[in-house]
């Protein structure tokens, strides 16, 4: 085929059908390098033909349909042109007008361009030219409304990615700061609602009623009446005084009742449906039906194309189509229900709990970028030029002070328990400082948790180098602590009551304990999130269950074990040593921190696991005045039951998952598996991608992939098939014992009745309804297992199938 272009002609060949039939020999996935075309100019060829490249290719039609040249009409244009009008609006028109506008912000908020959604509207570029008020009045309210959500809430947040185009680009559109306040918008929507009204009932006292012009009238009331509580609702969050600059806190009961007006208001709308073809005829109620021959009038009121010239050559220049306004209306609702979700974190008061809910809210409600930044905002309200580790919680509580919390609520450090003793300066300082560097690692951790879920996962890897340096600061402390209280403790003349406890304290790394309770619970989530993403491959999955369960599992046991095992021993310890020096101090509290910490302390007393201990000896006292030879009564609590219960069960589950994998490996039985008999022992750069933000944690100790080989060729030469397969169902019926026993504890105790009502979370990031997928997943795989061992279809091969729950697999004969 010759093509001749300027004064050189070309002779071109088709290879379609020979680029076709090399093609075919590929697999899906699959694609050809050569040293001289890479995957980047195979790419750049594909874009160089795609319309969205060349602004000129897909716009070209929509000019010829136009008629009126190469150029988009303005505002002013139409108006001169009489092809759009500006005053007049009947209540259809109105409300159509709304419905669009709600439909762009809707989509803006998805993520979607500005210059695609909300100013397609022509009146949007020039609204002081609009001379209907009510219509004006709309436009104003939206554009400060995403002003205000840009400004206030997305920017301040900083969780947009690049792809979120909603936060960064506006083109220099206008938002009419400096003409318009966001109180003026509630009270002109508020005169709109009234003068509307007012109409309404003039057209209800008419001889000759248009039923179809009261229902419109009463239809755009509710719409403008939603649209005044929406961005009243909007201001309530992360609002600053305009004076003073000062950050107003979230008042939660104000914003419920907001939400419950705007959910009554959302059931009385009706969505409009535009009816091309006015020959049907439909007795639809639950949509208002607007004839498109009402419309002529404002027919150039949106033109996708207005701001095509804008766009960067390569943005998506695709032109979406609008969303229904009755899906609109429908999100609207569940945007509700996540608000109304999203305010329970006021009720959270400790990390542990903010942190079951963060995963819980992730999890489940699949919060957008909107939801996601209120979240955070709501948690950790910010100040303007305030870095995020400085951020108050609730924008009342430091993270220091509620870092001191948690770890005596988790361990009771001397350091934190001891209310009479006098810290020395250069140990206040000391400690004072850790506290501070754990200021930064903790709150990067909620701000993780409030990106989207595939950007969370990345940056928990980063936020475990800050932990593993935290990991570090917290041994040295520990170390300084150690001689410190024993020399207090001697000098008190006590150290001949428990010597149990005093070997404990003397032994026990508190703080390191403690940052590594969190760590492992990081890396948990990490790899946890990986099935719920589905990045593992099958080929992968002996590798992250061995690790799971004999790296970090099997190391946060122990420390459940060792908190456990120091608060029933050293907790009456340290509650006797309170009590002696209170009365040689006269209720005098010389440590600096316990007299920080009062406040936070009086507000969870009943989570205190010395205040418990103080009350029962108090009233054990009275009863029975006889002392125990030590003076102390054993407590007898159980401390982290539910974590405990919980963790064992993840671990059996892992162990047998990973022992099951081995046996069909050596039988041979996996569908999914390689001839090589090494199958899962040969690829050190998937074992090295998975693992590797774990290699800087100074605990749990990284095993690196040359330990990995030679643990499992002890394990080959150790153990044979059968003898693998018995010890997976061992651990299936012990996963299933531990996950029953948890079911069992959470539902008939009266403490947590309330909550497992209402919250679907209950400990760490495992949920009700997680427990008891994971006990059919290992009664099922215990029936397969007794099967295979009893040499059930000895020739048919396994498949693993996560239908049932990510995490763990269900086996299929």
């Known amino acids: 085929m010759q093509e001749t272009i300027g004064n050189t002609t070309y002779n071109w060949t088709d290879v379609t059908g020979q680029f076709a039939d090399l093609c075919h020999n590929l697999n899906i996935g699959e694609v050809v390098r050569d040293r001289d075309f890479t995957l980047f100019e195979a790419m750049t060829a594909l874009e160089l033909m795609d319309p969205k490249m060349d602004g000129g290719m897909s716009i070209k039609n929509h ?200 959910d009554e208001i959302l059931q009385l709308i009706r969505p409009s449906h535009i ?131 948690e770890i005596r609520l988790f361990i009771v450090p001397p350091l934190l328990t001891l209310k009479y003793i006098t810290i020395d300066n250069e140990t206040l300082n000391y400690s004072e400082n850790f506290f501070q560097r754990a200021c930064v690692p903790f709150s990067n951790l909620f701000y993780s948790l409030c990106n ?105 046991v122990n420390v459940y074990k060792t908190s456990t095992n120091i608060l029933n021993t050293t907790v009456p310890f340290l509650v006797q040593l309170n009590q002696k020096q209170q009365q040689m101090n006269k209720n005098q509290i010389n440590n600096v921190f316990i007299q920080q910490l009062n406040s936070l302390i009086q507000q969870h007393t009943n989570d205190d696991p010395l205040q418990d201990l103080t009350n029962d000896n108090s009233s054990t006292q009275k009863k029975n005045k006889k002392k125990n030879l030590n003076g102390i009564i054993p407590p007898n609590i159980e401390y982290h039951e539910q974590e405990f219960l919980l963790t064992n069960g993840h671990l059996s589950m892992s162990t047998a998952t990973h022992r099951c994998l081995k046996a069909l490996e050596i039988e041979q039985r996996l569908k999914f598996s390689s001839n090589d008999s090494n199958y899962f022992l040969r690829d050190e750069i998937r074992y090295s991608h998975r693992f590797l933000p774990f290699a800087n944690l100074c605990a749990p100790p990284y095993m690196s992939h040359a330990d990995f080989l030679q643990i499992q060729h002890v394990s080959d030469n150790r153990y044979t098939a059968s003898e693998l397969y018995q010890d997976a169902i061992n651990n299936f019926t012990h996963a299933k014992t531990y996950f029953e026993n948890y079911v069992n504890r959470v539902t008939t105790s009266k403490q947590h009745q309330q909550q497992t009502l209402s919250r679907t979370f209950t400990t760490g990031f495992t949920s009700l309804t997680d427990v008891e997928s994971y006990i059919r997943i290992a009664k099922t795989n215990g029936i397969v297992l007794k099967l295979l061992l009893s040499g059930h279809k000895p020739d048919v091969k396994l498949d693993f199938d996560f239908s049932l729950h990510a995490h763990y697999p269900t086996l299929k004969l």
């Open 63 to 262: 000019f010829q349909e136009q008629k009126q040249g190469n150029r988009i009409l303005t505002l002013k244009q139409l108006i001169e042109k009489n092809l759009l009008k500006i005053s007049s609006f009947t209540s259809i028109e109105l409300i159509h007008l709304f419905d669009q506008l709600l439909s762009t912000f809707h989509m803006w908020l998805d993520g979607h361009s500005l210059a695609l959604t909300l100013f397609t509207c022509v009146y949007l570029h020039d609204i002081p030219i609009i001379e209907d008020y009510h219509l004006r009045t709309i436009c104003y309210t939206f554009i400060k409304l995403i002003d205000y959500i840009r400004e206030r809430i997305l920017l301040k947040a900083g969780l947009f990615e690049e792809e979120d185009f909603s936060g960064t680009l506006t083109y220099n559109f206008p938002f009419y700061r400096d003409m318009i306040k966001d109180q003026t918008c509630l009270t002109d929507l508020k005169k709109c609602e009234d003068e509307l009204n007012k109409r309404l009932r003039s057209l209800k006292h008419q001889t000759d009623l248009n039923q179809l012009d009261i229902n419109a009238t009463q239809q755009l009331i509710y719409r403008i009446r939603f649209l005044r509580l929406f961005f009243g609702l909007t201001l309530k969050f992360n609002e600053a005084n305009e004076k003073t600059g000062e950050q107003t806190y979230l008042n939660s009961e104000e914003i419920s009742k907001t939400l419950k007006q705007i």
């Open 275 to 405: 009816l091309e073809d006015e020959t049907t005829k439909t007795d639809d109620s639950t949509e208002l039906i607007i004839p498109i021959s009402l419309l002529t009038d404002i027919s150039r009121s949106f033109d996708p194309y207005y701001n095509y010239r804008q766009l960067p050559p390569a943005f998506n220049r695709f032109i979406r189509q609008l969303i229904l306004p009755s899906v609109v209306y429908t999100s609207l609702t569940n945007l509700c229900h996540q608000l109304r979700k999203m305010l329970e974190i006021t009720d959270k008061r400790t990390l542990k709990h903010s942190f079951e809910f963060f995963l819980e809210y992730s999890t489940n409600e699949k919060p957008s970028l909107f939801i996601r930044s209120l979240l955070l905002l709501s948690y950790l309200p910010s100040v303007q030029g305030c870095l995020l580790s400085s951020r108050k919680i609730f924008g009342q509580i430091s993270f220091a002070e509620q870092v001191k919390y």
């Open 452 to 556: 989207n879920r595939a950007r969370t996962r990345e940056k928990l890897s980063n936020l475990l180098d800050e932990f593993s340096v935290l990991q570090d600061e917290s041994e040295k402390l520990d170390q300084w602590l150690h001689k410190y209280f024993l020399q207090h403790i001697l000098q008190a003349n006590l150290s001949t009551v428990n010597h149990q406890a005093l070997l404990l304290i003397e032994k026990t790394s508190y703080f390191f304990q403690f940052i590594l309770h969190w760590t492992l619970l990081i890396m948990e989530y990490y790899l946890l999130m990986g099935f719920d993403l589905s990045l593992y491959s099958k080929r992968e999955l002996y590798d992250v269950y061995f690790y799971f369960a004999q790296i970090i599992l099997f190391t946060h």
